[in-house]
């Protein structure tokens, strides 16, 4: 969806690097979220953000911090990268006032940690 | 916290048959189970959904059905196109009201729709 759009798209580091993710959204949506999927695994969610200043924990978020910025943006920061870092990372947005729990997917981030 | 299964892990049918795909959810409290299809190189777009109090929804070639005191629910895709090919989640949610719309999700199934 080009509404949400993350950078970079692909990213490859090298073990203990510091390493930032971002995310975007014109939607307008207040909610955010950043999610990692792994082969066999699923999405797994890491952290998500009901509104700015507002930071949830979510399922995995050991070696992960976000940061968010304004409405419209939502960081995942990998603070020492390791190899079992190395995953496919969405972000993904949804707005409470829709009455619908609907969440709208960035294209992906492929980080690589070597 | 919720814990969802999704069977089978790959999925190989013939244009026109149908494809269904199951998942199971360990959680009484959720109440929102959708469904999200990813295409090659994107992320995940919803493409049903059904909530805790209906049995079953359809949208053209798709459709949901839930069991609530199972707690299982599946996706049902008929008459299967080769854009049909692709991996779809399930998840599960306590809603808007229940811990604010965090899904969990299954682990996928690749479907693929032969010629």
């Known amino acids: 969806d080009a509404d949400v759009t993350q950078t970079p798209r692909n990213r490859i580091t090298k073990t203990g690097k510091r390493i930032m993710l971002e995310c975007s959204q014109t939607k307008g949506h207040d909610r955010m979220y950043w999610y990692r999927q792994d082969p066999g695994l699923g999405l797994r969610l890491i952290y998500y953000?009901?509104?700015?200043?507002?930071?949830n924990k979510g399922e995995i978020s050991d070696g992960y911090s976000v940061s968010r910025q304004a409405q419209a943006k939502f960081s995942l920061s990998l603070e020492s990268a390791i190899p079992n870092q190395t995953a496919l990372y969405f972000c993904?947005?949804?707005?409470?006032?829709?009455?619908?729990?609907?969440?709208?997917f960035g294209p992906g981030t492929r980080l690589t940690v070597l | 916290g919720e814990n969802v299964e999704q069977h089978p892990s790959t999925l190989s049918v013939q244009e026109g048959d149908s494809a269904v795909i199951k998942c199971t959810y360990s959680?009484?409290?959720?109440?929102?189970f959708p469904w999200y299809k990813q295409e090659l190189g994107k992320g995940p777009q919803l493409i049903i959904d059904i909530r805790s109090n209906v049995g079953e929804k359809k949208d053209q070639r798709i459709a949901v059905t839930l069991n609530k005191t199972a707690k299982h629910f599946s996706l049902h895709i008929t008459e299967t196109q080769p854009e049909d090919s692709a991996v779809y989640f399930c998840?599960?949610?306590?809603?808007?009201?229940?811990?604010?719309?965090?899904?969990?999700f299954g682990t996928g199934t690749q479907l693929k729709v032969e010629l």
């Open positions: 959680d009484s409290a959720s109440n929102y």
């Open positions: 953000s009901f509104d700015v200043k507002d930071i």
């Open positions: 998840a599960a949610s306590r809603g808007l009201t229940g811990g604010g719309n965090k899904l969990t």
């Open positions: 993904a947005t949804s707005a409470h006032w829709t009455g619908t729990n609907e969440q709208f």
